[in-house]
């Protein structure tokens, strides 16, 4: 293997024939275009992997037989978000890099190669960084990955409310938000948004009444009232009283819970509003924080006609390295194989100790999620969503925002 001028000319007309055709090129074909690049240099061949929705699985695009993302060297990778590197069967290397557009996980890139150098290792890196980029720009367009990696036939309600989630995770230097959701392919009315704008972190998680497709609509239309208030600069309250609004105007029979909060990331300030829903939970140096972020009852969304007033706004102040957990109700009355419920204690627990022993956020929530199932038997008799909310700012700040 060499790094010589022709070689190193080559891979980038390669990687600028992929950026220049990526809008225009069928997304089967991104496979293809990986192991050209990746032969042409002489580094090696190349297999592009994804996860299915409920991360158990890597799937490879091009067919094949799928890889779990447990106890496997492709889950590794993928669960750590790091390069590892093994000898292969054949007696060369296997590499795994994983693909990742911004926070979001998305899959594998396998390299197997005779020998390996750092040149072929950037490159490598390079190249999975914008394959990253590539199938995030074609997932919304084409069904090819979607039918690659389903394991599963998903139902209408559960079609219609993924086509308006974010992705399961957004983050910073300062803050990461991810979510996991289940049942995966039978959804009926949890929701949750997060957004980055401006130094500041949008998120909510909703809860609409019911397991149908009417309960879609009305966690759908509470997401679109949300966001359309959010860009229309709406502070919170108001921002709460459009959701209220679209719900009473539009689904006029149903109601959703939810919480909305926003987080300044330069001060930790956070404001919150609770609609019927469970009172996020704060975790400060390993232990919940008890009723932090509790607050006064109030009325679904779409029921405001109950209260009398408006609704409250609640403020906290984070400090560095708390995580704020929000969750449906799904979560904590699921019953295990002798009836016994899986409880708010044991949810907070199996978060504590999982960030204790290093592992990042969206594994967290991906593990949790997969405990949650297992004492289902794989099933759930309502909808579970857990939302995770790590500050983690780079230096210590003063209310104000100046470095402490």
Not at 77 to 94: C, K, M, P, Q
Not at 95 to 101: E, G, R, T, V
Not at 154 to 181: G, H, I, N, Y
Not at 251 to 264: C, E, Q
């Amino acid at each position: 293997m060499t790094s010589d001028p022709i070689q190193l000319n080559l891979g980038e007309e390669l990687l600028e024939e992929f950026l220049t055709r990526r809008r225009t090129f069928d997304p089967a074909d991104v496979p293809a275009m990986a192991n050209r690049y990746t032969e042409s240099l002489g580094i090696g061949s190349s297999t592009v992997y994804l996860a299915d929705i409920q991360q158990n699985l890597l799937f490879p695009i091009s067919g094949g037989p799928a890889v779990p993302i447990e106890g496997t060297l492709a889950g590794w990778a993928f669960r750590t978000s790091s390069l590892r590197v093994a000898e292969s069967s054949g007696g060369g290397l296997a590499a795994w890099f994983p693909l990742i557009d911004g926070a979001e996980r998305l899959g594998v890139l396998l390299l197997e190669a005779s020998a390996l150098d750092r040149p072929a290792l950037r490159r490598c890196r390079m190249l999975a960084g914008l394959l990253a980029m590539v199938i995030t720009s074609k997932r919304d367009t084409s069904d090819s990955y979607s039918r690659t990696t389903r394991v599963d036939t998903m139902s209408l309600p559960a079609e219609m409310l993924r086509a308006f989630l974010p992705p399961r995770t957004v983050s910073t230097d300062q803050v990461v938000s991810t979510a996991v959701l289940e049942p995966a392919y039978n959804l009926g009315g949890d929701a949750f948004d997060h957004s980055l704008a401006a130094g500041v972190l949008h998120a909510a998680v909703l809860d609409a009444m019911g397991h149908d497709l009417a309960s879609g609509l009305a966690a759908a239309v509470a997401l679109a009232a949300c966001r359309n208030a959010r860009r229309n600069g709406a502070d919170l309250p108001d921002l709460v009283s459009s959701i209220d609004d679209a719900l009473i105007e539009w689904i006029p029979d149903r109601f959703a819970t939810g919480v909305f909060l926003r987080l300044d990331l330069a001060t930790g300030t956070l404001h919150w509003s609770n609609c019927g829903h469970p009172a996020p939970l704060l975790i400060r140096d390993q232990e919940v924080v008890t009723d932090a972020l509790s607050s006064a009852p109030e009325p679904p969304l779409g029921l405001s006609g109950l209260m009398e007033g408006t609704r409250s706004t609640n403020t906290a102040s984070l400090h560095p390295g708390d995580r704020v957990l929000l969750y449906t109700d799904g979560i904590i009355e699921a019953k295990g194989a002798h009836n016994e419920l899986f409880g708010l204690e044991r949810f907070a627990d199996f978060v504590i100790r999982a960030t204790a022993a290093g592992e990042m956020a969206p594994e967290a929530l991906r593990r949790l999620i997969h405990a949650l199932l297992g004492d289902q038997g794989s099933t759930l008799t309502d909808d579970a969503t857990i939302m995770m909310i790590e500050w983690q700012p780079p230096f210590p700040r003063n209310a104000d925002g100046s470095p402490a």
